[in-house]
């Protein structure tokens, strides 16, 4: 079973900076793409961030210039670095994994993290 395992959440105030980490494990037989998604309260889940195998990255427009999607090939680990932070950042973050288990190699899966919660308030 592959899982992921989000870590770095917590209670900052406005302006100040956070790194959110996403450990995968499992059999995992390749990667296609890591992302970064949240949901406020009362709101759809929303995409923020991407990136590929090739290290191609994208942004939501509401966190462009602030938020930094990185991947850590050797541990298998997935970081947001996020800066400036402001209250409408205050979300649950969740880890997104499409990849190829070992198991069925034929086919891309779906895998989420428990999602991290991150708060910014004065």
């Known amino acids: 079973q592959v899982q992921l395992v989000e870590s770095g959440g917590g209670l900052v105030q406005p302006g100040g900076s956070l790194r959110l980490s996403c450990a995968a494990s499992?059999?995992?037989?390749?990667?296609?793409?890591m992302a970064w998604y949240r949901q406020a309260p009362g709101k759809e889940r929303d995409l923020v961030a991407t990136i590929t195998t090739g290290n191609s990255t994208y942004y939501t427009d509401s966190v462009w210039g602030r938020f930094t999607i990185s991947r850590d090939n050797a541990k298998n680990t997935l970081f947001l670095q996020m800066n400036s932070l402001k209250p409408e950042d205050t979300a649950v973050y969740y880890c997104?994994?499409?990849?190829?288990?070992?198991?069925?190699?034929?086919?891309?899966?779906?895998?989420w993290g428990q999602g991290t919660l991150v708060t910014v308030s004065s």
């Open positions: 997104y994994l499409e990849c190829r288990p070992i198991a069925t190699p034929n086919r891309y899966l779906d895998i």
């Open positions: 499992g059999s995992i037989f390749s990667i296609n793409t």
